[in-house]
């Protein structure tokens, strides 16, 4: 299993923030290698994302969902698919006026045929997914406050 955790701050309050991680649609154009994202319901959507490991690529769909609210300051979410699995939240806290500090933890594991090839390129192409995920997630919340 990989974990990321990251924290970072963002020049908009912390209401603004909540609603824009807490919005499935927009949310999941975040994923790094995303193609396509479906929105199934107010907790729920789909999405299609490619991932790359050097000159191999796959692509898989998972089904993400917000599965605890805690407003204005929390958001979990899980996502799953064929051979995929992911949970994580987001933490929002007040660092200064007009200022949010978003603690992000998200863990990821594969599953079954892929769990072996996984394990070995964990250090390298599944971690680099999910901090690209993490700093997509953060150039997203700060393109929206300009």
């Known amino acids: 299993m990989q974990r990321i955790e990251e924290t970072f701050d963002i020049a908009r309050p912390v ?19 995303v193609k396509e994202v479906k929105v199934l319901s107010d907790t729920e959507s ?4 490619e991932a790359k490991a ?3 690529s796959k692509t898989v769909e998972l089904r993400g969902r917000i ?3 805690r ?17 994580g939240h987001i933490d929002l806290t007040s660092a200064a006026a007009g200022v949010t500090r978003c603690h992000v933890l998200i863990e990821a594991q594969v599953t079954g045929a892929l769990g072996p ?3 070995l390129i964990a250090k390298g192409p599944q971690q680099k997914l999910i901090r690209d995920t993490v700093a997509n997630l953060k150039t997203r919340l700060e393109r929206k406050a300009a």
């Open 46 to 49: 789909q999405w299609k994302i």
């Open 15 to 33: 209401d603004e923030v909540y609603s824009e991680i807490n919005n499935v649609g927009e949310i999941g154009h975040a994923i790094a290698g």
């Open 117 to 119: 090839i996984a394990d």
């Open 67 to 69: 599965v605890e609210r």
């Open 71 to 87: 407003p204005p300051q929390y958001v979990g979410f899980e996502g799953d698919g064929r051979q995929v699995n992911v949970t």
């Open 54 to 56: 050097g000159f191999l």
